[in-house]
């Protein structure tokens, strides 16, 4: 453990305000709340966000999981996970179900969260009407009035054009029937996990200088329509490896002459799975 | 079947940053560089990193620049994760441009002024041819110097501001915003956007600058002057109760003049564009200028068209640690959304398709 800076690198009067943005973050679920965000040793885009959350509320009990993708072993992932090992000293674990705060982008785990985990989101665009109206100034008094007609137009037009939403990822939420969310890059298919999830869900942007939060038990809903509800979209095939059918898949090429694998893409699911006896179509192959 | 779960990403990134090391060497038979000959013979791009990290340190940031490989927003970018590490123990007073030792000090709007015109150290006139002179190693002549004079050299703003005809400094209203506290709101006030100008890209304030210069939020700039030189820092420890000097700054001010034609409020004048850096940086505190000039339209009741013009295009994007973060950051890997897009585009090919067979 490096000893030449503070607990998990920030000083304590950045911890307690970004923690003071948290709990604002919490009590609007949803919310958008600014913050003195810092330049931090990772670059922007790497989650800094993220880890000026994790910094803030992790303590030297915590045991830390880190993925990226859903993987624990992709590169950001493991230079996260060293960053927190350097300077907090805290355990680090890949098993979903011993960590008590999980950070992770693009992801959310497969296993069902508990109250007493933590899910921190890196978040690089914390504003959902970004892509349709440009200047923040102009987006805060959209919230503030709760004006979003103009994403429920762009959902419109996506089923009269193409007959259903083309959103597959970062896929509009509204939190606690009152703001729209950007729920981050993760996949439609794990919109619906947000949901009345027990664990607390923290969203960090940094770049942006972002916080927002989904406290336990909130209502989490996918924007749609009565007659086109929100429906999940994920490849049609069972994981190779353990077997899942109902598990979120990557799809891996083989070869150039068409060879496709689809795997887990969360990797302590798969593996919790595969020791528990189950094995897909192409377990003994890869071994 | 060839396929392995990509592991071993620990030991790719050790392995990564032993060889980024060796790079950065380079061959061991050429002599290493020290901090000590970039902080003295790159002095410019120590200036440039010093701005753009925002830290006035040029041993510091001759480091940054070795370890970066001369990569200057690479060494912009360590200054700034090491700068916001550091303890504030004190505010500085607003520095004296007007009382700063100068070097150089030009004005294009008056043919000689009161304490003259003064080139200094500048590429202004030199014929870009290279120097294979330079190819080998040698001092160069000695340069003729002059005795110093302690004639005044009175800012070009406050001799125009004597006949009234251009804008005030305005008043001082409370502690300036601090944008690497405080996150940006909007509207923006022109000490916060200034502040986003000085450690803005300078490429990026280049652009808008001279695309505000051809027509995309016009104004004709005059250089009413610019002048580089040493200032003094001071600050008043409060267990002291008076100012101390705690050291010098090398500082490039520019001062912008244009034309206004008046409005409902006020009166004809010229308005003025400003520009303060760390370093000998014309380009930057000229560029500085013309930006800050443009995003005042709004204030001077002009239309508001162009891009230099609009405050939150500007301070949004000026900032290129935060830019190159953002755009680097695509290089991560992607795959999980990416793979949410294939079965979107393969269902919407395919129902594209069904449509087509039931039209035939």
């Not at chain 1, 674990?93 to 950070?103: D, G």
């Not at chain 2, 303890?87 to 000689?112: C, G, N, Q, W």
Request: proline residues 6%.
């Amino acid at each position: 453990m490096n000893t030449g800076y503070n607990f998990a690198y920030l000083d304590e009067q950045t911890k307690r305000m970004v923690r003071r943005a948290i709990l604002k973050a919490v009590a609007i679920p949803g919310h958008q709340v600014p913050f003195g965000s810092r330049e931090m040793p990772l670059p922007y885009g790497w989650g800094t966000g993220g880890i000026q959350v994790t910094a803030s509320i992790i303590g030297a009990d915590d045991v830390l999981k880190v993925i990226d993708q859903g993987a624990d072993d992709t590169t950001n992932a493991v230079s996260i996970r060293r960053f927190f090992a350097r300077t907090a000293g805290v355990t680090p674990t890949t098993r979903t179900a011993e960590a008590t705060v999980i950070q992770t982008r693009h992801r959310i785990p497969e296993l069902p969260l508990r109250e007493d985990q933590i899910l921190v989101y890196q978040v690089p665009q914390p504003e959902p009407l970004s892509r349709l109206e440009s200047s923040r100034a102009e987006t805060r008094r959209m919230h503030a009035l709760s004006e979003y007609g103009l994403m429920h137009v762009k959902l419109y037009e996506d089923i009269t054009r193409y007959g259903h939403v083309s959103i597959s990822h970062d896929y509009p939420v509204m939190v606690n029937g009152r703001y729209l969310m950007a729920p981050s890059p993760i996949p439609a298919f794990d919109n619906p996990k947000m949901h009345m999830m027990p664990a607390l869900q923290l969203f960090g942007a940094g770049r942006e200088k972002r916080i927002y939060a989904v406290p336990p038990y909130t209502a989490v809903h996918s924007l749609d329509f009565d007659d086109h509800p929100f429906r999940l979209t994920r490849a049609p095939h069972a994981c190779g490896l353990c077997g899942a059918t109902d598990s979120y898949l990557d799809e891996v090429v083989l070869d150039d002459r068409g060879g496709r694998l689809f795997v887990c893409s969360d990797t302590d699911h798969c593996e919790t799975r595969r020791a528990a006896g189950h094995a897909g179509p192409d377990a003994l192959a890869a071994e | 079947m060839p396929y392995v779960a990509v592991k071993g990403g620990e030991r790719a990134i050790d392995n990564a940053h032993a060889w980024l090391a060796e790079a950065r060497r380079g061959d061991p038979a050429v002599a290493e560089v020290g901090t000590g000959q970039i902080a003295e013979q790159l002095g410019r791009a120590v200036d440039r990193v010093m701005a753009e990290g925002s830290l006035y340190d040029r041993e510091l940031a001759a480091l940054a620049i070795k370890q970066a490989q001369g990569d200057l927003i690479e060494a912009a970018f360590l200054l700034r994760a090491y700068r916001t590490t550091l303890p504030r123990f004190a505010h500085a007073a607003p520095v004296e441009t007007a009382a700063m030792l100068l070097r150089r000090r030009i004005s294009a709007v008056y043919k000689d002024l009161p304490g003259g015109q003064m080139l200094g150290p500048t590429y202004d006139y030199t014929h870009r041819l290279l120097d294979f002179a330079l190819l080998a190693e040698g001092a160069p002549p000695a340069a003729p110097e002059a005795a110093a004079t302690d004639k005044p050299m009175p800012r070009v703003s406050d001799i125009l501001g004597g006949e009234g005809l251009i804008e005030g400094d305005g008043e001082a209203n409370g502690e300036p915003g601090d944008l690497t506290r405080e996150p940006l709101s909007f509207p923006a006030g022109r000490d916060v956007r200034l502040q986003a100008l000085a450690r803005g890209d300078e490429g990026f304030m280049l652009a808008l600058g001279y695309s505000s210069q051809r027509g995309w939020g016009g104004s004709h700039p005059f250089v009413g002057e610019i002048r580089i030189g040493e200032a003094a820092v001071e600050i008043t420890p409060p267990e002291l109760g008076f100012a101390i000097d705690i050291g010098d700054v090398t500082l490039t001010e520019c001062q912008m003049v244009t034309q206004f034609k008046g409005s409902k409020t006020l009166p004809p004048q010229f308005t003025r564009g400003y520009g303060l850096t760390f370093g000998h940086a014309d380009r930057r505190a000229m560029a500085m200028a013309l930006v800050d000039r443009a995003m005042r339209a709004e204030e001077l009741g002009e239309d508001v068209t162009a891009p230099a013009q609009n405050v939150e295009f500007v301070v949004y994007h000026c900032d290129n640690i935060e830019a190159t973060g953002f755009v680097e950051h695509l290089k991560l890997p992607h795959y999980v959304d990416f793979q949410s897009e294939l079965e979107t585009i393969r269902r919407l090919r395919a129902e594209a398709a069904q449509l087509q067979e039931a039209a035939e």
